[in-house]
């Protein structure tokens, strides 16, 4: 990507206390709109090469499978743009958590194709980096409630990178061991 904005990381107190575990995999160089870019082609070529019977496969009962995760992982950055841009938007409604097991599993993952789920990541990627490169630079710190929690736009572009982020360890330590 290129012509992407610099934005500040988040302090403390600009999200809540479960999203640092996220926004500390990731430095605070200001790039976290090229982060997103370069997470989603370090994602691709690490799960492309594998084969179907790695995609479907579960390393513990009820955990999901990495075509869920890749499913999950989309719905996430889908419901964080959004909060970001009712955030930005001065927007004062509290808005509501979701079920991410309930979302896992209603997905059907598991049969879709990963050139259809790439497509579809891809697609949501762009949009939430052109979303964010056009925010007017005051927006990135107003602040919302989601989940009963206050968080700051700027805080769910880092939320979007730094979850992905730890999903992309949760592979490469669980399931490709």
């Known amino acids: 990507m290129k012509n992407v904005r610099s934005i500040a990381k988040p302090l403390s107190g600009e999200y809540p206390e479960y999203a640092a575990m996220y926004i500390n995999l990731l430095p605070g160089d200001g790039r976290v709109l090229d982060h997103l870019w370069s997470n989603f082609i370090m994602m691709k070529e690490k799960i492309y090469p594998l084969p179907e019977s790695k995609l479907l496969f579960r390393y513990d009962p009820g955990k999901w499978t990495i075509k869920e995760t890749l499913v999950h992982i989309i719905d996430d950055e889908r419901i964080y743009a959004y909060r970001a841009l009712r955030f930005a938007r001065h927007d004062e409604i509290a808005l509501p958590g979701f079920e991410q097991d309930e979302y896992a599993k209603q997905s059907g993952a598991n049969e879709r194709t990963l050139d259809n789920i790439f497509d579809e990541y891809e697609s949501v990627r762009r949009s ?50």
Do not use: W
């Open 128 to 177: 939430t980096i052109a979303m964010f490169n056009g925010f007017p630079e005051e927006s990135l710190a107003r602040m919302g409630t989601a989940n009963g929690n206050r968080a700051s736009v700027r805080s769910m572009a880092y939320h979007i990178a730094g979850h992905e982020l730890h999903h992309y360890n949760l592979i490469r330590t669980k399931y490709l061991y």
